[in-house]
């Protein structure tokens, strides 16, 4: 029995610890937000939280997140999840559309550790998303436009 913790709900699975957590996600928990993409950890669809950090579900074993907190596209926090969804319709982001949850999870990640991310940061945070319709400087402009939103943190 794997014990997981998927959006803030408890959920004990009779599945092997070698699943991948794309599937347990998508199949065993009926939540489709979260994308296949490749399998093979490259494109970032299938991009989910855990623990807090962007990672790719595809190439995560179930056994490896027991215990551990995952969060997927649905149940990203309104604070962020609706700032990055207006951003994304205001600067025309969607195209086909199928790799936005993976983009928007992967700004929810940048933006919860850097709320005032420099074009370079944005850069390399988002290097492992694909967009097959090559939206990029919309994607860039959706997350500075969130920023400008956020509080800037103090310094340690």
């Known amino acids: 029995m794997i014990k997981l913790n998927v959006n803030g709900k408890d959920y004990q699975l009779d599945i092997s610890a070698e699943v991948p957590l ?22 970032g669809a299938c991009t989910v939280h855990i623990d807090g950090a962007a990672a790719r579900s595809c190439v995560t074993p179930v056994g490896e997140v027991a215990g551990r ?12 999840r609706t700032p ?6 205001a600067e025309e982001v969607p195209q086909c559309g199928y790799c ?4 928007i999870m992967s700004a929810a990640a940048l933006l919860t550790e850097n709320p005032q991310p420099k074009d370079a940061d944005i850069d390399a945070a988002m290097s492992g998303n694909l967009c097959r319709c ?21 310094a340690p």
């Open 84 to 89: 990055l969804q207006t951003a994304w319709a």
């Open 100 to 103: 936005q949850p993976g983009q």
């Open 22 to 43: 794309l599937w347990v996600i998508r199949d065993q928990l009926q939540l489709t937000g979260t994308k296949y993409g490749c399998g093979m950890s490259l494109c």
């Open 69 to 80: 907190k995952v969060v997927t596209i649905e149940g990203l926090e309104a604070n962020l």
């Open 134 to 154: 090559g939206t990029y400087p919309r994607i860039r402009r959706a997350i500075q436009r969130v920023a400008r939103l956020l509080p800037e943190r103090s």
